[in-house]
C-alpha cells in the first residue's frame, strides 16, 4: 500500500516538475522574442493608432497634448497614463505594457492548453501562437489586437477552471472578459464562447453556489464600467464611444467602397490562412495529413472500429432523429442568411448551432468535447464577426489565433498517437516531430526579425520626417499654437506639435474618407474640395503627404522627405 502510494506522489511531483521546466523553457523564449520585437517597433516608431492610445493617456494622467480620440478603447492608454502621471510622456512605455500583456497570454495559453494535452504539445501550441507572422508583426507595436486576444486567454483560462476547480474564479474570469472588452470593444463577443461553455455544463454548475459565483462575478466585471463612464461623461455622453462603435460595426457603410481596407469576401481570412500562420503551421497540417494516412491505412488493414466510438453508440447517436432535425433546420437557416442578416443574429444561430450539436454528439463521451466547443465556438465568433464586415484586415486574424492552435494541436496529439514507436513509456515521434516543428519555429523566427523592420522602412521615415518637421516648425512659428493647423497625420502632428490638429479628411471621388483610400489618384473635384476645406476653416497651415495637389491660397514653405509644409499666402 505504502509503495503505491509513493509511487503515485512521485508521479505527480515529476509532473509537476515537467510543468515548471516547459512553462519556465516558454516564458525565456518568448520573453526574448519579446524583446526582439520590442527593439524592433522602438526603432520603426509608433504607428497612427498608437499615437492615439499616447495621447488618450496623457489626458488621463493630467498631461494631454490638446489632440485626444476617445472612441478609441480605454484599457491601454489606462495602463500607459499609470506611467505617464508618474514620469514624463514617452514613446516607449506602451510598447513596453504591449509587450509584458503578450508574454503573459502565451503563458495563458499554454496553461489552457494543459488541461487538453500534455506539456510538450502545450509547449508547441504556445509557442506557434507566439510566433504567428501575424501575431508577432504586431508584438510591441501598441495596438490593442495582442493585448486584448491576451487578456481573453486568461479570462477563458479562469472560467473553465471556475467550472472544473473552483467557482470563485468567475470573480476574475468575468472581469478579465470585461477589461479584454475595454481593451478592444469587439471583445464583447466574447460572450458567446463564454456562455457556451457554461451552458454545455449546466449538470455541473447548476447549484447554488457556483450560480450566485457566476452573478458576483459579472456584477464586479460590471462595476469595473464606473470609472469608464465617469471619464467619458467629462466629454460628453458616457457611452458615446461604446454606441460608436456598436455602430459603426454593423457595416453599414464604408465610403462607398473607396475606404482602403474595405473588402466583402467572407473568404477572406481563409484565402490568406497560409501567409497568416506560417511555415510552421503548415508543418503541423502535414503531420497530421501522415498520421490520417497511416489511420486509414490501419483501418483497411484491421477493418475495425478504433477511438473508444462503439456500433451501440452511433446507433444511439443516429436514432435521435428529432435533434438530427433540428440541427439540419438551424443549419441550414445558418448557411443560407450568412451576410444578408446583421452579424448578431448569425453570432447568436451559430451559438445555438453548436449548443444543438454538442447535445446531439456528447452520447459518444469524446474526451474533453467541452473544450473542444469552447475553442470552436472562440474561433469561430471572430471569423463570423470579421468576414462579415466589411472593413477587414489581416491583422484582425489574431483574434481567431488562439482557436486556430488549438485545433492544430489536436491535429498533431492524435496523429502522432496513430504512430506506433515507444521507448519507456514515451511517444518517441512525438518528440521527435514536436522537436522539429520548435527548431523550425525557432529559425523561422529569427529570421523575421530583419524582415518585419523591412517591411516597415516607410513607416519608420515617416516618422522622422514628421520629427523633423515638427522640430523646424515650433523654431519657424513660435506662435503657432494660436493658428489653425491641418495635417493627414493628425495623430502624429497633434502629439509632436503639443496642440489640437484638424483632421485633413481624404477626398476622393465624392467621398470623404478619415482613414486611408484605395488609391490616390486625385481628380480636380478632389483638389478643389482640399483647397475649399482649408479655406473654409482659414488654416493658416498644413501638414500634408498627399501627391498632386494644387492649392490657389497655399503654397509649400519647406520639404521634409515625403512631408510638405504649406503656408497659407
Known sequence: MMTGISDNLFDKIKSHSSTVIFLLALTLIVSFITYNCFQIQLSIGPVWD?????????LMAGKGVGYFDLLRPPFLSFLTAIYYS?????LWPIAAIDCVIFVLGVIGLYLLFKLRFDDLTSFLGALIFATFPIVITYVGAGFTDNPSVCLSIWALLFTVLAVKKDSRLFYLSFPLAMISFLTRFSMALLIFPIFLYLLINWEKIKDLKYVRDILIGIVISFALLIPVFMFYAQFGSPIYP???????????????????AYNTDFFYFVKLLPYLIGPESIGVLFIFLLGMILYIFNRFRIKTISNGVNNDKIHKLMENKGKIIVLLVVLVIFVLTIQKIHYLISETLFFILCYLFYDWIKVLEFKDLDLDFLFLSWGMTFFLFHSIYIIKDYRYFVGMAPSTVYFLMRGFFWAVSQFGFKFKGHNITQLAMASFLIILVLFSTLSSFSGIHEANIELQTLNGDIITASDWFVQYDPEYKNKVIYSDFWPYSGWYLRMNISKMPIFRDGEVLYCGAKDYNFTQQDIIAYNSELESHNAEYYFSMRKGLNFYNYKPIKQFGSVTLYKRD
Open 50 to 58: 498608437t499615437y492615439d492610445f499616447m495621447a488618450n493617456a496623457a
Open 86 to 90: 508618474v514620469d514624463g510622456l514617452a
Open 242 to 260: 461604446f454606441l460608436d462603435f456598436f455602430g459603426s460595426s454593423s457595416g453599414a457603410s464604408a465610403a462607398g467602397g473607396m475606404h482602403f
